[in-house]
């Protein structure tokens, strides 16, 4: 199964961006581990700080090019009614990550534009939420 994960923006600063709330290690190290415990898969990865791209993307893969989207909308979670839209538009199933608890923070934070849109949601978990998506996905298309 082809699974594209899409961070938003500030998501290129992990390790370096409050460690204490999103940790020290950076993406692309997770990364390598997930595509090694995952070998059968393939994962992509891309990120933006920008909300069009991020909606560009999801366009370019919600079509057949991915089978699911693994998607921390970072900021723009609480935002974006565009990246509601393009979830909603496009076929491809997605699932809402986010490293921290968003109910233990701000409360700005708790209120989710995209949710409406995607399989579900995963939060809390650190790096590992990714881990879980990757999870769902499969179990859904082994379900199908
Ligand atoms: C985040 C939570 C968001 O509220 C925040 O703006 C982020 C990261 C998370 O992964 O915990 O940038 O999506």
């Known amino acids: 199964m082809k699974i594209q994960i899409i961070n938003g923006p500030n998501l ?3 390790g370096k961006r409050e460690p204490g709330i999103y940790g020290s290690g950076t993406f692309e190290e ?16 891309y990120q933006s700080n ?16 991915a089978g ?12 974006s009614v565009a990246l509601l839209d393009a979830l909603k538009a ?11 608890n968003v109910h233990k923070r701000e409360d ?17 978990f650190g790096l590992d939420s990714y881990r879980l998506a990757v999870e769902a996905l499969l179990a859904k298309a082994q379900r199908e």
Request: hydrophobic share 45%.
């Open 12 to 14: 290129n600063l992990l």
């Open 30 to 45: 997770f990364l390598e581990w997930l595509r090694k415990r995952y070998p059968a898969e393939e994962i992509l990865y």
């Open 50 to 65: 920008s909300e069009g791209e991020l909606i560009d993307k999801i366009h370019e893969v919600g079509f057949g090019a």
């Open 68 to 79: 699911g989207i693994v998607l921390n909308a970072g900021a723009y979670t609480h935002t």
């Open 90 to 100: 496009v076929e491809t199933p997605a699932i809402e990550v986010h490293i921290s």
């Open 108 to 124: 700005f934070r708790h209120k989710s534009m995209i949710s409406a849109a995607c399989m579900g949601v995963i939060c809390g």
